[in-house]
């Protein structure tokens, strides 16, 4: 049973950082591409940033220089450093596992606001 597991949300002010977590179970991670997605109130999900197998990593244009995705094969994680948060930052974000199957986390939520 494939288990994502999202924690590090919370509230921060305009221009603080957060960092994401997501521990994966369940699978064979290194063969993975990982991702973090987000959600607002009343919007569709949209793609945050991925990692692949290999490393290489993609942005949404919204966040890049901001964030920074990385993963540890050896402890099953993939993270999302978040710098220099913005109010539009607030959303629900979610852990994404993809191969030939696609896996969600349940999302953590994250609040930038003074």
């Known amino acids: 049973q494939v288990q994502l597991v999202e924690s590090g949300g919370g509230l921060v002010q305009p221009g603080g950082s957060l960092r994401l977590s997501c521990a994966a179970s369940?699978?064979?991670?290194?063969?993975?591409?990982m991702g973090w997605y987000r959600q607002a109130p009343g919007k569709q999900r949209e793609l945050v940033a991925t990692?692949?197998?290999?490393?290489?990593?993609n942005y949404a244009d919204s966040v890049k220089g901001r964030f920074f995705i990385s993963r540890d094969n050896a402890k099953n994680t993939v993270y999302l450093q978040m710098n220099s948060l913005k109010p539009e930052d607030t959303a629900a974000y979610f852990c994404?596992?993809?191969?030939?199957?696609?896996?969600w986390g349940q999302g953590t939520q994250v609040t930038v606001s003074s």
């Open positions: 994404n596992a993809h191969r030939t199957s696609t896996y």
């Open positions: 369940g699978l064979t991670f290194r063969i993975y591409t």
């Open positions: 990692i692949i197998t290999g490393g290489s990593t």
